[in-house]
């Protein structure tokens, strides 16, 4: 396997992350109802978006070394 295809691959996995973080920040409480679920909501977008940030540093990175 190529290095481009393993960095393509980074690339793609970062931005799901991204619209993932994206999609529990913007989530309706209403259809969930834990104890703290606003804490527990922004916790949950606060790690996916590090990864994501970290990840999209490691293609940068990988890109910047071409």
């Not at 393509?8 to 619209?19: N, T």
């Amino acid at each position: 396997m190529s290095g481009e295809l393993d960095f393509e691959k980074l690339r793609v996995l970062a931005y799901k992350l991204r619209c993932l973080g994206y999609l529990v920040e913007t989530q309706d409480p209403n259809h969930v109802c834990p104890v703290d679920f606003d804490e527990a909501q922004y916790g949950l977008a606060l790690f996916l978006n590090e990864i994501t940030e970290q990840m999209v540093e490691i293609c940068e990175s990988v890109d910047k070394k071409k």
